[in-house]
T-cell receptor
Framework: DADVTQTPRNRITKTGKRIMLECSQT?????MYWYRQDPGLGLRLIYY???????NKGEISDGYSVSRQAQAKFSLSLESAIPNQTALYFC???????????FGDGTRLSIL | LAKTTQPISMDSYEGQEVNITCSHN???????ITWYQQFPSQGPRFIIQ???TKVTNEVASLFIPADRKSSTLSLPRVSLSDTAVYYC?????????FGSGTKLNVKP
């Protein structure tokens, strides 16, 4: 979805480095999400935010932190990257209630 | 927990109808079921959403039996471009249960 932009699209880094993945959206949605995708495991929720002052842990938040800088921006940080955090990361947004989520095209992160 | 379970893969031929079922035995009363399609190097894209009985849009139908413990995504007359991974999602009390995805391979 071009309305949800993730940067960078690809990143290779070393163990122990601090990494920030950024997400911005033009859909005007209050709700934003960060997911991780691994082969055979589908999508797993890392963190989500229902508005600028709201941050919630998801299923697999250990080793990650987030910042909701504005309604349109939600960033994911790995304070000290480790190889098992190598994965495809997706940001998503949604409107209120049960409205479907809109995903960015992902960031492929490799940690050596 | 509204854990979701899907078949890992399915094969089909062009022009056939394809049905992909997702099991969600512990779905709660107010939970919706949503299906997404994902192509390589892209994020998942919304296909259809439903709560009960049947929902139809221009690309798919979603069948949900009365007990709501499963749901079936139906793709009519698939083409090669429908080759993708399909995910079901149940959101329950602010927890998001994605299935592990069904890889659909459409053959000519």
């Amino acid at each position: 979805d071009a309305d949800v932009t993730q940067t960078p699209r690809n990143r290779i880094t070393k163990t122990g480095k601090r990494i920030m993945l950024e997400c911005s959206q033009t859909k005007g949605h209050d709700r934003m999400y960060w997911y991780r995708q691994d082969p055979g495991l589908g999508l797993r929720l890392i963190y989500y935010s229902f508005d600028v002052k709201d941050i919630n842990k998801g299923e697999i938040s250990d080793g990650y932190s987030v910042s909701r800088q504005a309604q349109a921006k939600f960033s994911l940080s790995l304070e000290s990257a480790i190889p098992n955090q190598t994965a495809l990361y997706f940001c998503a947004t949604s409107g209120p209630g049960d409205q479907p989520q809109h995903f960015g095209d992902g960031t492929r992160l490799s940690i050596l | 927990l509204a854990k979701t379970t899907q078949p890992i893969s399915m094969d089909s031929y062009e022009g056939q109808e394809v049905n992909i079922t997702c099991s969600h035995n512990n779905i709660a009363t107010n939970d919706y079921i949503t299906w997404y399609q994902q192509f390589p190097s892209q994020g998942p894209r919304f296909i259809i959403q439903g709560y009960k009985t049947k929902v139809t849009n221009e690309v798919a139908s979603l069948f949900i039996p009365a007990d709501r413990k499963s749901s079936t995504l139906s793709l009519p007359r698939v083409s090669l471009s429908d080759t993708a991974v399909y995910y079901c999602l149940v959101e329950s009390f602010n927890k998001f249960y994605f299935g592990s995805g069904t890889k659909l391979n459409v053959k000519p």
